[in-house]
């Protein structure tokens, strides 16, 4: 089966961290965009993070950029959502995903998600 599976998630303070891990079965990452996305309870999706499949170079939107980094490690079969200086608006339901090209900070041509991982950011 071609698999996601996310792990990391919780409850953090402001200002706090936190990883977010995806590993993949059934397929190997390296080929794929990787991207993270978030979704707050009422609110649509949202993309959050994007690695390009080909060169590696990685887009981040405006409200995380500084604060968050997205990477890959291709000999663990595994993607990670760095998260730093949390705020509470960054409290959502976050989910990783594996598709075919970056456009910005989004991620194209889903092959597969995550189950997703609650992220509550709270004092």
């Known amino acids: 089966q071609v698999q996601l599976v996310e792990s990391g998630g919780g409850l953090v303070q402001p200002g706090g961290s936190l990883t977010l891990s995806c590993a993949a079965s059934?397929?190997?990452?390296?080929?794929?965009?990787l991207g993270w996305f978030r979704q707050a309870p009422g609110k649509e999706r949202e993309g959050v993070s994007c690695i390009s499949e080909s060169d590696g170079t990685t887009h981040l939107t405006y409200f995380v950029r500084g604060r968050f980094a997205i990477s890959r490690d291709n000999a663990k079969n595994t993607m990670y959502l760095q998260m730093n200086s949390l705020k509470p608006e960054d409290t959502a339901v976050y989910y990783c995903?594996?598709?075919?090209?970056?456009?910005?900070?989004?991620?194209?041509?889903?092959?597969?998600w995550g189950q997703g991982t609650q992220v509550t950011v709270s004092s």
């Open positions: 059934g397929f190997t990452l390296g080929a794929s965009a």
């Open positions: 995903a594996a598709g075919s090209y970056c456009s910005g900070y989004v991620t194209y041509d889903i092959l597969s």
